[in-house]
């Protein structure tokens, strides 16, 4: 019971940290298990992780989610046509648009890709290009905000998060690395970023959920437990890491997890 409650914590806060830091919580995950003797294929644990991580973001974000929605209610049902109201009802509509790309290529293709590029060849080759592209838009500082996002912003956002299904890849980084190609600044690419996290993590874990339920996966009262533990951790990591984060990104130190993710993706094709 102790051994299986240490793996559970390390999982959950190896899942809280590298999930919201542009370092890929999926390739984390996996090079954990070859380095450790981990075991992650036990899907409940994953569904339980990105739950506490999904429950962490949406603190950190409930009063601009509350705001967000209030006013475009009231924009859409009660004709309140404020700029504040039509600001949210934009910004809900470009949300939509950005979260299509990975809603539709992870409904199809996720198990697939998954399956061929869950190596850690590819995880190293993927850490590598995370890390270039990270390095190459540092000095691009961009000038709008997320009132500013237009359809080909939301639709070009969309498609590199998409991008993100792939282990290697982190979906964090490689969406705010399409929000900076977009011209938004550091700050509004990230906030987009973990904004769009919300509603791509609710549809993947209802679906977890659903085939959890089913009676595929069952589970022992230990596992449970031990399952709810790691939420527990993995939500109060997160919310850490993602403070931390702002924090970096108002210095300008985006650069530090290009150069992680380098020395990484490097270790990993040498070992």
């Not at 919580?25 to 380095?35: A, D, F, P, Y």
Request: proline share 1%.
């Amino acid at each position: 019971m102790l051994i299986n409650l240490l793996k559970y914590i390390l999982l959950a806060i190896i899942q809280g940290i590298s999930e919201i830091l542009p370092i890929s919580s999926s390739g984390h995950l996996i090079i954990s298990q070859k380095l450790l003797g981990l075991d992650i294929s036990n899907m409940s644990t994953s569904i339980f992780l990105h739950i506490g991580s999904l429950i962490a973001v949406i603190i950190f974000y409930f009063s601009t989610l509350k705001v967000m929605g209030s006013n475009a209610f009231k924009y859409v049902l009660k004709k309140d046509k404020s700029s504040e109201g039509k600001n949210s009802w934009h910004l809900i509509l470009m949300m939509l648009i950005s979260i299509l790309p990975a809603g539709i290529l992870g409904l199809i293709f996720k198990s697939k890709i998954e399956e061929i590029f869950s190596t850690t060849l590819f995880i190293g080759i993927n850490l590598i290009i995370t890390a270039i592209l990270l390095l190459l838009l540092t000095r691009n500082k961009g000038t709008k905000s997320i009132d500013d996002i237009k359809f080909k912003d939301a639709l070009t956002i969309g498609i590199f998060q998409a991008i993100g299904i792939m282990p290697g890849i982190s979906r964090s980084g490689i969406t705010t690395i399409g929000g900076k190609v977009s011209k938004l600044k550091d700050e509004d690419a990230i906030n987009y970023s973990f904004l769009l996290f919300i509603p791509v993590a609710l549809g993947t874990g209802l679906l977890e959920i659903i085939e959890l339920c089913t009676g595929k996966l069952i589970l022992t009262e230990q596992e449970i437990i031990l399952n709810v533990i790691g939420a527990i951790i993995s939500m109060v990591v997160t919310y850490i890491s993602l403070k931390l984060l702002l924090k970096i990104i108002k210095k300008g130190k985006l650069y530090y997890f290009s150069l992680y993710c380098l020395i990484v993706g490097i270790l990993v094709l040498i070992f």
